[in-house]
Nanobody, 121 residues
C-alpha cells in the first residue's frame, strides 16, 4: 500500500521561505522520478518540480529560480525548498513518484493529504 506524507507547510509572509518534506512507504523513491505538485483553490493540480534518479531537475516557469527539489533515496524522502515565496504560491502541495509519463500527467492512484502553504502579502 502506497503512503505519502507531506509536511512542512505553513503561513509565511511574501518573500519568506519554507522547506517541504515528503516521505513515502510502499513505493521506492530510489527508482522513480519524484514530482512535487500543487493545487490552489479552484485550480487543477500542477507539477512544479521533478527530479530524476540521476538528480536532474526540472521546474515550472513560475517557480524556476525560487524552488529547489532534492531527494534522499536512502530515506525514501524528497524535499522542496521554496524561497522568495509569493501569494500566488498559496496552495496545497503534494508529492508522488513513478515513471516520467505518470509524473508529467500526475496520473497516480494514490496521493497523500498534502501540506498547506499560505503566503500572505
Amino acid at each position: 500500500q502506497v503512503q505519502l506524507v507531506e509536511s512542512g507547510g505553513g503561513v509565511v509572509q511574501a518573500g519568506g521561505s519554507l522547506r517541504l518534506s515528503c516521505t513515502a512507504s510502499g513505493i521506492s523513491f530510489a527508482t522513480g522520478i519524484i514530482g512535487w505538485y500543487r493545487q490552489a483553490p479552484g485550480k487543477q493540480r500542477e507539477l512544479v518540480a521533478r527530479i530524476s534518479t540521476s538528480t536532474r531537475t526540472n521546474y515550472a516557469d513560475s517557480v524556476k529560480g525560487r524552488f529547489s527539489i532534492s531527494r534522499d533515496s536512502g530515506k525514501n524522502t524528497s524535499f522542496l525548498r521554496m524561497n522568495s515565496l509569493k501569494p500566488e504560491d498559496t496552495a496545497v502541495y503534494y508529492c508522488n513518484a513513478g515513471e516520467l509519463a505518470s509524473v508529467l500527467a500526475g496520473n497516480f492512484a494514490s496521493w497523500g493529504q498534502g501540506t498547506q502553504v499560505t503566503v500572505s502579502s
